[in-house]
């Protein structure tokens, strides 16, 4: 696991992971503030390395000047944090999409997955789509087999349909062929939307409660 730097290992009760990435298939940022949500102040259990997973020029770094000195830098960050459930433990694996390594980190996150004993993955975000703000949000629900999707969420579109890959979707595909049961829940945005849209991240929330 060269792209993951494990800080607990656990044991974990009955653990599910949830992801979301804050680049591509986040419109409005729904899916990100989810996992913002669910993820603030939770411990840390593992850390992903920025610097072979990130392209600085392209998503630099945060410099911090106080009175004209430079005093600190954020820089983008993935990691995957703990929140104890009532029942289970969220595994929130979240923050900056990354930029390389799409395909060494999903086999990474797989054998992090069989070692923390991974129960479910589910995979969150949001597309620009023609609907109207002054309706509730779609759901639309991917699932590695039939039975998975709670709810009343169906799996969509019909037909065959080819767009440009998340790494989401990279992940998803390879913790489905290792056996891990996946689903994915993506809120429909309206297109002409520009920033945040909390009605999309409050049904994402209503999805996967």
């Known amino acids: 696991m060269g792209l993951l730097h494990v800080v607990d290992p656990g044991p974990f009760r009955d653990p599910v992971v949830i992801v979301?990435?804050?680049a591509w298939v986040d419109?409005?940022?729904?899916?990100?503030?989810?996992?913002?949500?669910?993820a603030e102040d939770a411990p840390i259990v593992a850390r992903l390395d920025g610097d072979r997973l990130f392209d600085y020029r392209s998503r630099r770094p945060t410099l911090e000047i106080v009175d004209g000195r430079p005093t600190s830098l954020t820089w983008p960050e993935v990691a995957i944090r703990r929140f104890a459930g009532a029942r289970r433990d969220l595994l929130v694996l979240s923050g900056a999409e990354p930029d390389y390594r799409w395909q060494e980190l999903a086999d990474d996150l797989v054998a992090w997955s069989r070692a923390a004993g991974v129960r479910e993955w589910l995979s969150i975000g949001a597309i620009p789509a023609a609907v109207a703000h002054t309706r509730p949000v779609?759901?639309?629900?991917?699932?590695?087999r039939d039975g998975l999707l709670r709810g009343d969420i169906?799996?969509?579109?019909e037909g065959t349909m080819r767009v440009p890959a998340a790494c989401l979707s990279v992940i998803d595909l390879a913790v489905t062929g290792a056996g891990i049961p996946a689903a994915g829940y993506f809120a429909q945005v309206p297109h002409y939307v520009s920033g945040p849209y909390p009605a999309a991240s409050l049904a994402l929330l209503d999805a996967i409660g």
């Open 154 to 157: 169906v799996p969509g579109p």
């Open 27 to 38: 419109a409005g940022e729904a899916a990100s503030a989810v996992a913002g949500l669910l």
């Open 138 to 144: 779609p759901i639309i629900g991917t699932s590695s």
């Open 20 to 22: 979301a990435f804050d």
